[in-house]
């Protein structure tokens, strides 16, 4: 089959926003923080484009007024032209008209009412997404199709979970959307998802829907549809999709030749199982005894590898609570040892987890701290790049969907007033901690299984810091989200969901220093809402290696 060339899907409707210049800000759908500026964007393009369309309204209403007045006078005219000219202001009045009205209805005609749209748009467009947004913001529909487990006519209706209540702000994909959704997984050789969505964009083409697009039609969809199913080794099914296209086209090259190539296939793969059937009846019971023996092994959650149980952590899943722990886990009300800002108004204290501890802590921060903390934040956020090992080329981190700023204590009171929050509560010393880290996820943002904490293989990973490595992680919720967005220790199969105002705290370290391995975690993707952070990663120097929480807890 010949490759096509691949056309991303584009979010705006405008063909010819699909191709924007050079100066196209990348990374858009790593921050729905940023995204929302998109929106006024194209909302000043509406009112740019109701103007022109206005201005042309207006003209064609002249030129339609004029046309009708001389088409009146021309039909009495033209009944008896001696007679209408013999009258000398109807002579005068024709000369006129030919010399004069109609070289002014020409420029009428000939001006251009889209000048001040276009110079609009011009501008704007040096700011829009480019297909790197694009293709981006379709692959992440596709990964939280796989971690949530959504069927495609789900995520095409838009009743994911969480949404119930969104009402008008709820929005379906269309045939096109799920075409191009197909062509973008057909771009990165994802056949499984090509036959997803090119399926859905047949279904809803065969149920009556009419696409935007000439290029969505049943032809080019089963001509994708056939290709994917065949490259994942399903060559009955990819000769019944090439009969159908034939069917609807007999003349398509590419797919009379698939149709001998499929059969062809098709006659030498049975002639191989048949001789295979032979053999299989003597071994059978040797593979069913080896089957059995590994059952319980492949069975076990233990086994499973970590991008499985991240993903069933992040769906609710799996998570390792028994009756008896949780019995042991309380909330109270936490003055930090009689702390003086604490005494007469203590903070709300939950026990998330045991083993690792922990500690949520209710209610930290009001709306308006939080609204400051992300004015200060939003124009600086960027999105977080490694360094590759090979070329030392910074690049984007693809397993960080998100975007992230620093703010200094000094930048503002609220943050300064934060960081002496932390201190109080933990009763760790912040003044040598990192910076307030601020980050806004993006479409499908998650941020994939890590520690915190520098390993015993990364000797130099906070050298340049000079504190020591990162004892403690708090981490607190600004925003809530509706669906997904959880973070996940994928180690001891605990879940923490968003609540905005409250902040979670684990230490990374034991009293020791050694790492606490169980502290690896995850930011699960965010389905639906719009998910902030901050944190704090608090250092070993400056601090007095004791804890809070009984060893027991932390061993």
Not at 295 to 316: F, N, V
Not at 473 to 479: A, R
């Amino acid at each position: 089959m010949k490759q096509r060339v691949v056309e991303p899907w584009c979010a705006l409707v405008l063909c010819l926003l699909c191709s924007p210049p050079t100066l196209a800000i990348n990374d858009f759908f790593t921050s729905i923080g940023q995204m929302t500026d998109l929106l006024f964007t194209e909302k000043d393009l509406i009112t740019s484009l109701k103007d022109y369309i206005t201005a042309e309204e207006s003209k064609l209403e002249r030129v339609k007024k004029w046309a009708e007045k001389i088409d009146a006078l021309s039909v009495t005219a033209t009944q008896d032209p001696e007679g209408f000219l013999g009258h000398p202001v109807n002579a005068f009045k024709l000369m006129k008209r030919l010399n004069t009205e109609w070289a002014e209805l020409e420029s009428l005609v000939l001006s251009d009412m889209s000048e001040g749209f276009v110079s609009n748009l011009t501008i704007q467009r040096q700011h829009f997404p480019n297909d790197d947004d694009q293709v981006g913001a379709a692959k992440a529909l596709m990964r939280l199709q796989d971690t949530y487990k959504l069927d495609t006519s789900v995520m095409a209706s838009g009743d994911l979970p969480g949404t119930s209540s969104m009402g008008p702000l709820k929005s379906r994909l269309t045939v096109d959307d799920c075409y191009d959704l197909g062509k973008v997984a057909y771009s990165e050789a994802d056949y499984f998802h090509t036959e997803l969505w090119m399926s859905q964009a047949l279904q809803q083409l065969e149920g009556g829907e009419e696409p935007a697009s000439a290029a969505a039609d049943a032809v080019t969809i089963l001509d994708y549809l056939s290709y994917s199913i065949y490259q994942q080794g399903e060559l009955e099914r990819a000769l019944e999709y090439t009969r159908q296209l034939l069917q609807l086209d007999s003349t398509h090259q590419r797919a009379n030749g698939n149709l001998k190539y499929f059969e062809y296939q098709l006659d030498k793969q049975k002639k191989v199982e048949e001789d295979e059937k032979k053999e299989e009846d003597d071994e059978e019971g040797t593979v069913r005894e080896e089957e059995e023996k590994t059952k319980g092994k492949r069975g076990t959650a233990d086994y499973l590898p970590e991008r499985m149980k991240y993903e069933q952590l992040c769906r609710g899943e799996g998570i390792k609570m028994t009756p008896r722990r949780q019995s042991r886990m309380f909330c109270r009300y936490f003055d930090n040892n009689r702390h003086p800002k604490f005494v007469i108004a203590p903070v709300k204290e939950e026990d998330e987890w045991d083993r690792p501890h922990i500690l949520r802590y209710h209610d930290i921060v009001s709306d308006a701290e939080i609204e400051l903390v992300k004015q200060l934040a939003k124009p600086r956020l960027r999105r977080a790049t490694i360094s590759n090992p090979i070329t030392g080329v910074l690049e984007t981190a693809h397993y960080r969907i998100s975007k992230s700023a620093w703010l200094t204590s000094y930048e503002h009171k609220v943050v300064d007033k934060i960081n002496q929050r932390i201190e109080d509560i933990t009763g760790l010393d912040v003044t040598t901690a990192e910076e307030l880290q601020v980050a806004n996820y993006g479409v499908g943002g998650q941020y994939e299984p890590h520690f915190d904490f520098g390993r015993k293989d990364e000797p130099d990973a906070f050298k340049e810091l000079g504190t020591g490595n990162r004892i403690a992680t708090w981490l607190l919720y600004m925003s809530n989200v509706s669906s997904g967005g959880a973070t996940v220790f994928t180690d001891v199969g605990a879940a923490v969901l968003p609540k905005k105002g409250s902040a979670v705290f684990w230490y990374n370290l034991f009293p020791s220093g050694e790492g606490d391995y169980r502290t690896r975690h995850a930011a699960c993707p965010v389905l639906v809402g719009n998910k902030w952070v901050s944190n704090k990663w608090i250092h070993e120097r400056g601090q007095e290696f004791r804890r809070r929480c009984p060893l027991s807890l932390a061993a």
